[in-house]
């Protein structure tokens, strides 16, 4: 069963900077979907970022782009999203998700079979 660990989160204040982490361990698949998501209090469950293992392509919300970065380190099975001038708005919950290949696009929760237990992000004005 696939395992995510997520870690990274804290407190910045407005402008500063975060990088999470997620650790993906038990997924045997040679592609596969690695995301980012996030959840404010009384909003639904966004797609913030992702990731094709496997062919490196990576897209994002348009809220985040320019700002935000996913990669990963092939060594370590590990999946980091840089994000930059944080703003107060993208204080929530961040989850991190992993999907085999499917027609769903990447931003739909239900793409995902496997999710971490969140970090979370808060960025004060």
């Known amino acids: 069963q696939v395992q995510l660990v997520e870690s990274g989160g804290g407190s910045v204040q407005d402008g500063g900077s975060l990088r999470l982490s997620c650790a993906v361990s038990e997924y045997t698949r040679t592609r596969y979907w690695v995301s980012w998501f996030r959840q404010a209090p009384g909003k639904e469950r966004e797609g913030v970022a992702a990731?094709?293992?496997?062919?490196?392509?990576?897209f994002y919300a348009d809220s985040v782009k320019g700002r935000f970065s996913i990669s990963q380190d092939n060594a370590e099975n590990t999946v980091y999203l840089l994000m930059n001038s944080l703003k107060p708005e993208d204080t929530a919950m961040y989850y991190c998700?992993?999907?085999?290949?499917?027609?769903?696009?990447?931003?739909?929760?239900?793409?995902?079979?496997?999710w971490g237990q969140g970090t979370q992000v808060t960025v004060s004005s």
């Open positions: 990731l094709l293992i496997g062919s490196g392509a990576t």
């Open positions: 998700a992993v999907a085999p290949l499917n027609g769903r696009h990447w931003y739909d929760p239900l793409k995902y079979d496997g």
